[in-house]
């Protein structure tokens, strides 16, 4: 046998050997397993996934839980999956497992996306539980949660305290003036009395608007239907303030002239009884006030009907009164 044919034989040996003893390593026990296991843990995180979306969560659960047991991942991939199985086990109602995998998030990863969610679920958990003393406690730690920064105005007496927080007099103020006149007025009688009631009642409200919030129920699709719909219509009230209320002038002129073109029904000529002295009309300084007030109403009606005209003719509108019957 020639030299380079002994060369050749010994490079096709040497192949030979290296590919048997990396099949050998690679077959190992070790690496066999590792592989099963890297398998097993995405089809775990697969099926979990699906059944998820589907809506079958208490199975979701268990096999998100099964893939953290055997999965290797990152604390910002675990803290993700905590915070889904949080999600899953509050829709379940299991509100004590869902607290576990909430704070499981902040301890995995308290930078990850997400986190505020988490920990307001937490406070809201907490208060559904009664466990007051620890929501409070959270909620002091969370600087996301507390949004209520309120300017103090000059000279403003605090009239209440809820913990650290202040209530001053004109924030309770603002909240009488929303009242209907009415309501007001027949409490003018006992003025001291009412207003001891109202904060009072203000205060417990600050409490309860407080709870609600923390049980977020501001997110409940009702809630926020009924809050958009109040939205609106405050802002078409203030277009309307805006618009037409406060552009309504009165002067003494056009009150006299709306006095005298409606004059029997503001001063209607009174009967005279036989034998006693004649009675004499109304003069306009006797009802300037209710003539003030009825022609306001009259330039409101006016003034909101051209604002009205006006916005639809800049949109195309099409009105069927006959299908809403």
């Known amino acids: 046998m020639g030299r ?4 050749t ?3 096709v040996l040497q192949l030979l050997v290296g590919s048997v003893l990396g099949f050998l390593i690679w077959n190992l026990p070790g690496n066999s ?3 099963q296991k890297s398998t097993h843990s995405k089809l775990l995180k697969e099926s979990a996934g699906r059944l998820h979306a589907a809506g079958v969560l208490r199975q979701a659960a268990s096999q998100y839980q099964a893939y953290l047991q055997i999965a290797s991942i990152g604390a910002g991939q675990r803290a993700q999956m905590a915070l889904a199985l949080g999600d899953i086990y509050e829709q379940l109602g299991e509100y004590e497992r869902a607290l576990t995998w909430y704070y499981q998030v902040e301890i995995a990863d308290a930078t990850t996306n997400g986190i505020d969610h988490a920990r307001e679920q937490i406070v809201a958990i907490l208060e559904r539980l009664k466990k007051f003393s620890a929501a409070k406690n959270e909620l002091s730690q969370s600087t ?3 949004t209520t920064q309120l300017t103090q105005v000059k000279g403003a007496k605090v009239v209440a305290k809820i913990e650290n927080s202040n209530i001053y007099d004109y924030q309770v103020n603002q909240a009488l003036d929303l009242l209907p006149k009415q309501l007001k007025k027949s409490m003018e009688k006992d003025n001291a009395k009412f207003k001891g009631e109202f904060l009072t009642q203000y205060v417990a409200n600050q409490l309860l608007y407080g709870r609600a919030e923390r049980l977020q129920l501001q997110k ?3 809630v926020r239907e009924r809050l958009a719909l109040l939205k609106r219509q405050l802002l078409v009230e203030e277009l309307i303030d805006q618009e037409v209320k406060r552009k309504i002038e009165v002067n003494q002129s056009d009150l ?3 006095f005298i073109a409606n004059q029997d029904r503001f001063a209607p000529m009174p ?10 009309r109304m003069t306009f300084e006797q009802v300037k006030d209710g003539v003030e007030q009825a022609y306001r109403q009259t330039r409101f009606r006016q003034r909101y009907q051209e604002l009205v005209t006006e916005t639809m003719k800049s949109h195309k509108v099409e009105i069927y009164q006959d299908r809403y019957q």
């Open 271 to 280: 009967k005279n009884e036989k034998g006693k002295k004649e009675k004499k």
């Open 220 to 222: 409940r699709p009702k």
């Open 256 to 258: 006299k002239n709306y």
């Open 4 to 7: 380079d044919m002994r060369f």
């Open 9 to 11: 034989v010994l490079i």
């Open 33 to 35: 397993d590792q592989q």
């Open 144 to 146: 996301t949660l507390d």
